[in-house]
């Protein structure tokens, strides 16, 4: 069971900085859930809070039933997939699969299985013994995942992941990570500040600006009932339109008379149109 | 045409700059070379800087003639100073800059403020009451005095490999740290052979700092038998300058190999550390 | 003219420094009471959270623990205090005291009475403090802890168990675990003796008095008196300083220009194998320093080479100079400034070698667009991006130098001038503080000495540090 809850979490940072304000979700077991935002929005924060690698200032985590706000990331079964992959650098591709599974002393024939059943599903069984400086990108960031796999944990959560790709690889990559989702259904929590990955990977989507969440909800959802202006103009390309304008009374119910848009173009004085 | 003439002039004019630097730079070594060679012991019997004649009379002396100069002796007191403090140091200095790097702790500006401060004060200074103390407490002549003071003040030189270890990136460590390591074993499997080329140049500049130290073993070893090369060789007046000669040449060759294999070494493993990703 | 703004710019920075002082020792004690603010509102704090069994901690440390069952650390935190009571009572409070009287009893070889160890008794009385700051601290983290294990069970939850306090020792605890031995050590084989030489500095050790014989009293800043006072130590520090500050400033200048010329001369592009030429100036820098200095020595002496040829193979041994003699003032600072250049200019040309590599060509290039010459590039371009790379550097070159013992320790060593007192007229302060305290056992003035050298070159590395471009413009160059 790996649901994953969050409880009023905040962080606030020496000096004053709030990263996190006051967060509270709920994600369900086996759910790919996105965080989206700009930069400096507190989602790699809260992501990491998630991991364990950040102290939590106030409120309450728990993954699955426990309450992990002391408890270290080795303790909460979690995966994590660095933007930056996090390779060992002097360890083969093997070597770097299986050292969790040498941290936690197993014998080599559990770790010649796991290790190469992780390499199966991605493919990169022929890279075993390559050391990361011969990989392309792309290979990296698979080794990476199989990484993850390999500790069969009970949540992934991935850290803007395929930011160091280029377009290409990125939505090939984007598509695989959807099919690694529907095959070894476990929990996704997954970063971005990219709105094109959220909308299309995510099943639902959280919506963060300047540490406070702005709006959960399935990607359709916020696209077409976003919650506040931020929202509305952050997802969807091209932007949203924004307009300002007065509800007016009219013989016949209420009717919205436009004044000006929001934005960079300027458009002729608008006129009135029913509500 | 005038372009071209200036042209030439200018490289005349630089290569003989450069001949004379490497002459300046040569010159003192290969006259101690020369002289370790000659076949008169004597400063004022060598006419010049050449020698009259030539033989391997004084690297013999050296090694034989140990009643006066015990140059074999002195050889073995540096070696122990030398690879013990070659170990110690590198274990407590790599130690801590590692820490220093990558830890944040509620000590860590203090403790790099201190030592900054530490480090402005002539290292005189702690020479001079080491050598008081250790004569009351009678542990004078001791290598093991010296050893202990050579490993215990080198983590205060901690700031280069700290620079080095700043280079590697905090995600491999948070893998490490998800992925279930402790600190200990991170420290073992990870940091340390990341840090091979660190490990390398200090452990090469801890060994080769007694050979050049003369100040702490002059104040501290008094029996002839204890004394290390640098304070031996320093005892040799000008009666002796061929024997000097060759002692210095004796130690010195080693030394500079291993200083041009250290300038090699540290820019190959300085490139094939760049870690990314 | 340009050199006339600059010299105004410098007397103007140490104006400002000057000037700012009253608003830095504002700033600085805001700070510190801040601080003191701080620690005060945690001791508020904790009375305001801790109960009857946190609070029997303040007098038996580890009682708190045991009674929110932390049995093992709780018996450890007693065992340790204990101890300290224990140690203070027999050896602890003697060692205090005798690092304020500095031993009371006098011993006296005729009667085979043993007297006091002065030196010995300051010893103990520092590690005394040591042991005393050690048990605050423990005695801190006991309250601390003995508060947490409340907190944690007013939340809910156990409080730790011993095992898991051992296990975190690999966890959050590491750094102060790893950082233990390196710690001792330094403090053992620095702090201490630092310390200590510190107070000697304010005894009578040294000269007539010497342990254990006689007992060593503290005289206050009479050792500072006497070093700028009418005395014959007096004149020599002075005179020392004078030209220790003089070779400090020519001797960095020298090797630094000299160094750079060189680093220059090795990057134009019509040198063909400059590693090649390189080597000579490694060479130089790999030998020992020693064996070059005695080298020199050697090389300059009345029988030496030098003065062969000078003498025409002793045909004319009026000719023969004295080059490092009791006389030859000139002549040896000379040639030690000439033996300290061969020593440290293949650094200094390593070191600017690596900084002009680091300078993006580009810069060079848009230059030749922009039609500046060859000179003025190097002027505008090359010198201040070198100049403000390595200004730290020169800050620990003008230091290294300013404490430069084995110049002149080699070539003019033993040497005592006219109107110094153990001293040469090239000595160095750091050479007349080893024949004052090595050979001559002026201790108390010795240690005076070393904390004058201390308090002038830390003073200049701040000063130099902080007005200096790389402290100011980091992102110049970013």
Known sequence: MARIRLENVTKVYKGGVRAVSDASLEIHDKEFIVFVGPSGCGKSTTLRMIAGLEEITSGNIFIGDTYVNDLEPKDRNIAMVFQNYALYPHMSVYENMAYSLRCQKAKKEVIEEKVHKAAAILGIENLLKRTPRELSGGQRQRVALGRAIVREPSAFLFDEPLSNLDAKLRVAMRAEISKLHQDIQTTFVYVTHDQTEAMTMGDRIVVMKDGLIQQVDTPMNLYDHPGNIFVATFLGSPQMNIFEGTIVKKRRGKALCLHRRIGRHRHPRGGTMPA | MKGKTKKIIDILITYCLLIVVAFVFLFPCLWLILASFSSTGNLYSIPGFFPESYSFQSFITLFTDTAMYNYPKWLLNTLIIAICSCVFSTILVILTAYVISRFEFKARRPLMKGALVLGMFPSFMSMTIIYILMTQFQLINNLFGLIAIYSCTAPMGYLVQKGFFDTIPTSIYEAARIDGANNVRVFRTITLPLAKPMIVYTALTSFTWPWSDFVLPKILLKNRDNWTVAVGLMSLGETEFARFAAGAVFIAVPIVVLYFLLVKNMVSGLTSGAVKG | ???????????????????????????????????????????????????????????????????????????????????????????????????????????????????????????????????????????????????????????????????????????????????????????????????????????????????????????????????????????????????????????????????????????????????????????????????????????????????????????????????????????????????????????????????????????????????????????????????????????????????????????????????????????????????????????????????????????????VYVRSGSYKKEDTYR
């Not at chain 3, 701080?38 to 708190?64: E, N, P, R, T, Y």
């Not at chain 3, 020693?290 to 004319?316: Q, V």
């Not at chain 3, 013992?405 to 006219?418: N, W």
Request: glycine share 10%; hydrophobic share 50%; aromatic share 16%.
């Open chain 3, 1 to 463: 003219m340009e050199s006339e703004r600059g010299g105004r710019k410098i007397v103007n920075s140490i104006g400002d420094y000057f000037r700012n002082i009253p608003a830095k020792t504002k700033s600085f004690f805001q700070k510190q009471w801040t601080k003191v603010k701080s620690f005060g509102a945690g001791i508020a704090d904790f009375f305001a959270q801790a109960d009857w069994k946190v609070l029997l901690s303040l007098l038996f440390c580890g009682a708190g623990n045991i009674a929110y069952g932390q049995y093992a650390k709780g018996i450890m935190f007693l065992l340790l205090e204990i101890l300290f009571i224990v140690f203070m009572a027999l050896l602890g409070g003697e060692y205090l005291v005798g690092l304020f009287t500095l031993g009371t009893k006098e011993s006296d070889p005729w009667s085979g009475v043993v007297g006091d160890n002065s030196v010995v008794l300051m010893l103990m009385g520092i590690l005394t403090v040591f042991i005393i700051i050690c048990f605050l601290l423990l005695y801190l983290s006991s309250l601390r802890s003995a508060l947490s294990a409340r907190l944690t069970k007013l939340k809910g939850q156990k409080p730790r168990t011993f095992i898991e306090d051992v296990a975190s020792l690999t966890g959050r605890k590491f750094p102060y675990v790893a950082l233990f031995v390196p710690l001792l050590g330094v403090m053992v084989f620095s702090v201490i003796p630092i310390v200590m030489m510190i107070l000697v500095a304010f005894t009578n050790f040294g000269g007539e008095i010497d342990v254990p014989t006689d007992l060593v009293d503290y005289v206050g800043f009479d050792n500072f008196a006497t070093i700028f006072g009418a005395t014959n130590i007096g004149t020599t520090f002075f005179k020392i300083f004078g030209w220790n500050i003089a070779w400090a400033f020519l001797s960095t200048f020298i090797n630094y220009f000299l160094g750079l010329g060189l680093a220059l001369l090795l990057s134009k592009k019509c040198v063909k194998g400059s590693a090649f030429w390189r080597a000579f100036p490694i060479l130089a820098y790999a030998i020992p320093g020693f064996i070059t200095l005695i080298a020199f020595k050697f090389m300059f002496s009345t029988m030496g080479p030098i003065n062969y040829y000078l003498s025409d193979a002793h045909m004319h041994d009026e000719n023969i100079v004295d080059f490092l003699g009791l006389d030859s003032t000139w002549w040896a600072r000379g040639i030690g400034l000439f033996v300290n250049t061969w020593l440290t200019v293949p650094t200094t040309m390593l070191l600017a070698t690596g900084i002009l590599s680091n300078i993006q060509k580009d810069l060079y290039e848009a230059a030749d667009i922009d039609g500046a010459s060859k000179r003025k590039q190097f002027f505008d371009i090359t010198l201040p991006y070198v100049i403000f790379a390595t200004t730290p550097t020169l800050i620990s070159q003008f230091i290294g130098n300013f404490n430069n013992f084995g110049t002149f320790y080699f070539l003019r060593g033993g040497i005592v001038s006219e109107g110094y007192f153990r001293a040469s007229d090239t000595d160095l302060l750091i050479n007349w503080l080893y024949n004052l305290s090595i050979s001559n056992d002026y201790y108390g003035i010795g240690a005076a000495i070393s904390l004058l050298i201390f308090i002038i070159t830390s003073a200049i590395s701040l000063l």
